[in-house]
């Protein structure tokens, strides 16, 4: 089984930029597709974002579209989250998740859902303050 360590999670100020990062140990890593959930204390977990298998189509939730960017290094089996202009509203525990389906063709809904993913991290603290 895949073990996925999220970090870089941290206090920062709205407005701010950080970048989180998640990194995957096993050998087959170019073969997942991979996304980012948050969930903030009292809610539902909701999509952030997801990357294809290569990296060439990526997918975003309307609330984090041109502030956030999601990149992927399957040389490093490492997939990032680079967060820009935050918002207070951003503050949740950030995870990252691997599908490992041998699924060939995905749609951006398929991304998005929560059920499509297999594995998950334990997560990384984001807080924006205000």
């Known amino acids: 089984q895949v073990q996925l360590v999220e970090s870089g999670g941290g206090l920062v100020q709205a407005g701010g930029s950080l970048r989180l990062s998640c990194a995957a140990s096993?050998?087959?890593?170019?073969?997942?597709?991979m996304g980012w959930f948050r969930q903030a204390p009292g809610k539902e977990r909701e999509f952030v974002s997801g990357?294809?298998?290569?990296?060439?189509?990526?997918y975003y939730a309307d609330s984090v579209k041109g502030r956030f960017t999601i990149s992927r290094d399957n040389a490093k089996n490492t997939v990032y989250l680079q967060m820009n202009s935050v918002k207070p509203e951003d503050t949740a525990i950030y995870y990252c998740a691997a599908d490992v389906s041998p699924r060939t063709i995905a749609t951006s809904s398929y991304y998005s859902q929560s059920g499509t993913y297999d594995l998950w991290g334990q997560g990384t603290q984001v807080t924006v303050s205000s």
């Open positions: 990357i294809s298998r290569s990296g060439s189509s990526t």
């Open positions: 096993g050998r087959t890593f170019s073969s997942y597709r």
